[in-house]
């Protein structure tokens, strides 16, 4: 049985359906990362998990306890759930100091005060922040307080603790940090995490699994790193995952041909059984999945190439499309660089093919 | 472990259970209470001035703005309002820009005393410029007579002039303080490349100084215009020996001669009608205006404007701001203080004739004792139902946003832009035994208008405190196990304690020296200070009507003094 369970959550702010019938499942003592564009509901669907949102429709479970219910008509009140939260703005009380900001769950629980200052100091250790036990927040920097709100969250429970884009405020070097810093202590503690962020980077370095939303708060993927970058389901969660080429297959005579606009090249790939019969076809393509190739028919211009250490990257224009191709300094090394200007032949070699959508620059 | 969530099992069906919530009390106290406390007063101006005995009948309403003495007062109303509009902001833009952005000596200094005629109670100075420049026998007009041998008094202030210039005299800080403000955050850049286009600096203050400040000029003109059309105690003080009426004088006048009788009250609230009608005119151009203009090259952040030198002009233009600031500031305030020492008013102000009997005997005197006592439990009372009741709505407004939360703003703010003496009737009709509960001629009934008056107030500082608090700020401590009540206690209440502690001075210090609702609704046991002030002088005893005024001044001054030192220690945190 799963730890916490989301069954067929429906929540809207009026007229505005932020989530309908979502069901998503956090095993125990795993990290869980819910990534989606902005505004498609993750912080709602965390909000009606705290119990600060009422959701219309559906179950929430942690453990054994019903958390919510709209036929039975339970909702435990947010400060009856016990569910560690970290904000994305901290949320650390400013006129409270470090040590009293993380006795407040105790002290709510009406601890006693010897099992609170033990608590404190070794939350404290955990997150490394010994030494600012007296400090207000104000005297502290943002990595500071986030991990001032981590504490917090791990005296709340250390069974389960949402973090909502946690990092979004750190610059990029203390977010690289963070990530490593919450993963070590979820190994050390072994609470289950549930980790929002619109950044699929983060959710990659960080999650055991992934759950991807899309813009109309629909759950579209669930998996692994490695499901969701080498078999993503759709196109969104293909372009939502990094950088993409999006070509468009138009059939001709039976015969898919890649649309170039003024031109049409012959596509040596195999369009997948479904997909045979639409008339366009969208086709995606890594970076790194366009190799040069002398032999193929489909001809290009490079008109730029950037060097950028690890690897050249270069913009080819075919047609009236515009490919951006990167190829690591090993393989550049050895097939010689192209430069600027010279023509060239272009192999695809990891094509994601999808039905159409709308047609899109890329 | 320690594990909350074990015990929420026996808590299966908590919603099904639940009492009603701490956020619907809320919001339920708040619409009952600003129902009762400003709602109720001005739907009984309006009930009565339209019906009588249960009738639909626009018969009074009609005898009472035909009258030639209405029309009159009216006139002056509007005449004072507009003269010492037009004179309050010219010399506020003035000033704002000599100190704002001149390199005239003494700068901060000046700007402080220039704020001062914002607190100092106006009425004060109508009394201390009637000591001196009264047709008859003021001291400078007597000294001028006898000196140089004129048949008449050379100055009057008991006209329409010495009105405007009294008034004037304290009202036009609002376009001052305002102005000052625009200018110091308005981006010098935009200047600066007006001077480097080829512009003369008497062209980038009309073309672009000017036109950028003209939002902060126009709302602090508008605040002295609504300010002057309310106003009562200049002109009850300068004009009644004249037989000068403004709309809120006329409206005590028919009040005070039909001695308290409905009758007199009735016809208060049909010309109190008319005084709303007009403040409701100047409060529709006020929206007009604030809606076209704005300008967003005014930053937020504090910048360093270019200063301009004044040259020559230097001097002359600083001995001109220091004897505006005589004759403003120091002037009235040396006259309270040395009529207060005199024997007997009309005496010459020399040493040989001082004596501190007048304060001997305002501190013996029971009334007066009492008046101070009154004010005294009225502020503090006041200041502190209010600091609540405001927050109470501010939290409604802000946090909770129930349906009708714009109507309840609306409700907390209505009576600022409601004249006092209005108001006042209000009170008077609502609280007086007709809707079965009588508080006239008890404090009760002063302490309403107070709270209903000075509501805005606190409602205004905790609405913005409020918005500084985070929603997470609270969400986190209920998720911490905190209920409602106590994140509120324990997280919302702290962070907001220092904004309704200034929100409660804020009250308490126009409360201590209030007479516009006061004089309307005292009785025989409950004058407070300003009311005492007032009769005292218009029962002839100036000497001891100044004592008790600069009594006043202290205590203002005092509390003042202490508010800003708790500020500054805030700050310095």
């Known amino acids: 049985m799963a730890y916490v369970r989301f069954e067929n959550i429906s929540f809207a702010y009026g007229d505005n359906q932020v989530l309908k019938n979502f069901s998503l499942s956090l095993e125990k003592n795993e990290i869980m990362c819910l990534v989606g564009p902005s505004g498609c509901g993750k912080t709602t669907l965390v909000r009606c998990l705290l119990g600060l949102n009422r959701p219309s429709e559906g179950e929430i479970w942690v453990g054994d306890t019903c958390m919510f219910s709209s036929k039975r008509r339970i909702n435990v009140p947010a400060e009856r759930r016990g569910i560690g939260i970290v904000f994305q703005d901290y949320a650390v009380w400013p006129h409270l100091t470090v040590k009293e900001n993380i006795a407040y769950p105790m002290r709510k629980r009406k601890v006693p005060k010897q099992e609170i200052d033990r608590r404190v100091e070794d939350v404290l250790r955990l997150v490394r922040m010994s030494e600012y036990i007296n400090h207000l927040p104000s005297q502290l920097s943002g990595g500071q307080q986030q991990r001032v709100a981590i504490a917090r969250a791990l005296m709340t429970s250390d069974d389960l603790i949402v973090m909502d884009e946690p990092i979004t405020n750190l610059d990029a070097k203390l977010r690289e940090q963070m990530l490593y810093e919450i993963r070590e202590l979820q190994r050390n503690v072994g609470t289950t995490v549930f980790y929002i962020t619109h950044d699929q980077r983060a959710a990659l370095q960080l999650g055991d699994r992934i759950a991807i939303m899309d813009p109309k708060g629909d759950l579209i993927q669930l998996g692994s790193d490695e499901d969701i970058i080498l078999r993503p389901k759709t196109r969104f969660v293909f372009e939502f995952i990094g950088v993409t080429n999006f070509l468009n297959l138009k059939r001709v005579d039976g015969q898919h041909k890649l649309d170039l606009g003024s031109t049409l090249a012959p596509w040596p790939g195999e369009v997948p059984q479904e997909l045979r019969g639409g008339a366009v076809i969208d086709v995606g393509i890594r970076p790194n999945d366009i190799v040069f190739d002398r032999s193929s028919p489909v001809r290009g211009t490079v008109e730029r190439a950037v060097f950028l250490g690890s690897e050249y990257e270069y913009f080819v224009r075919a047609g009236e499309k515009t490919l951006r191709i990167q190829q690591g300094s090993l393989d550049a090394g050895q097939s010689g660089i192209v430069r600027e200007g010279s023509e060239v032949g272009l192999k695809f070699l990891n094509p994601y093919y999808y039905p159409a959508a709308r047609e899109e620059a890329v | ?573």
Not at chain 2, 28 to 39: G, H, N, Q, R, T
Not at chain 2, 381 to 387: E, K, P, V
């Open chain 2, 1 to 573: 472990m320690i594990n909350l969530r074990g015990k929420t099992k026996d808590l299966a069906a908590v919603d099904g259970r639940r009492r009603i919530g701490l956020d619907a009390v809320m919001t339920a106290l708040s619409f009952v209470l600003l129902l009762v406390i400003v709602v109720t007063p001005i739907s009984m101006i309006i009930y009565h001035a339209f019906f009588y005995q249960g009738q639909f009948s626009l018969d009074l309403l009609i005898d009472q703005f035909t009258r030639e003495t209405t029309l009159s007062a009216m006139w002056n109303t509007i005449k004072i309002a507009l003269l010492v509009t037009v004179f309050g902001t010219i010399v506020g833009v003035f000033y704002a820009w000599l100190l704002g952005r001149s390199n005239i000596p003494g700068k901060s200094l000046m700007r402080f005393l220039f704020t001062i005629p914002y607190m100092f109670p106006p009425f004060l100075g109508a009394m201390a410029w009637d000591l001196l420049l009264n047709g008859r026998s003021g001291y400078l007009n007597r000294w001028a007579i006898k000196t140089f041998g004129l048949s008449s008094a050379p100055f009057n202030i008991n006209s329409i002039w010495g009105i405007v210039f009294v008034e004037l005299s304290y009202y036009f800080p609002f376009v001052f303080m305002q102005v000052v403000s625009a200018l110091e955050r308005m981006d010098p850049t935009l200047e600066e490349s007006a001077r480097i286009a080829g512009a003369r600096q008497g062209t980038v203050i009309r073309k672009i100084t000017l036109p950028l400040v003209t939002p902060a000029i126009s709302s602090g003109a508008l605040l002295i215009l609504i300010s002057s059309l309310a106003h009562f105690g200049v002109p009850a003080i300068l004009g009644f020996s004249q037989g000068i009426f403004t709309l809120p004088t006329r409206i005590y006048a028919v009040i005070a001669r039909s001695g308290g009788s409905f009758d007199g009250i009735r016809q208060g609230a049909a010309l109190s009608i008319l005084l709303v009608a007009v403040v409701a005119i100047a409060l529709w151009i006020q929206q007009r205006v604030i809606r076209s203009g704005g300008y967003d090259i005014i930053k937020g952040k504090s910048m360093r404007p270019t200063v301009i030198n004044l040259r020559g002009a230097r001097i002359p233009l600083f001995i001109l701001a220091l004897s505006t600031l005589v004759v403003i500031v120091l002037v009235p305030l040396v006259m309270i203080f040395l009529v207060a020492l005199v024997k007997a008013y009309g005496l010459p102000l020399i040493p040989a004739n001082f004596t501190l009997a007048n304060y001997e005997r305002i501190f013996t005197a029971s009334g007066t004792i009492e008046s101070i006592k009154n004010s005294m439990i009225l502020s503090v009372s006041a200041g502190f139902i209010t600091m609540i009741l405001g927050t109470l709505v501010a939290y409604v407004v802000q946090k909770i946003r129930p349906k009708g939360s714009t109507l309840l703003e609306v409700m907390s703010v209505l009576p600022y832009s409601i004249p006092g003496t209005v108001l006042a009737i209000g009170v008077i009709l609502a609280w007086s035994g007709s809707l079965g509960i009588n508080l006239y001629n008890t404090l009760w009934i002063i302490l309403v208008a107070y709270i209903a008056r000075y509501l805005s107030f606190s409602m205004k500082t905790s609405s913005a405190a409020l918005l500084q608090v985070h929603p997470s700020l609270e969400e986190a401590a209920r998720t911490c196990g905190a209920s409602h009540t106590e994140s509120l206690k324990d997280i919302t209440l702290p962070l907001i304690r220092p904004a309704m502690v200034s929100g409660f001075f804020l009250i308490f210090l126009p409360a201590m020296r209030e007479v516009t609702t006061s004089v309307l609704l005292y009785g025989p046991y409950t004058r407070t200070l300003g009311v005492q002030i007032y009769s005292l002088r218009d029962a002839g005893m100036m000497p001891q009507a100044s004592a008790l005024g600069s009594v006043a001044i202290v205590l203002i001054v005092v509390v003042n003094t202490i508010v800003n030192a708790l500020n500054q220690r805030r700050k310095g945190v």
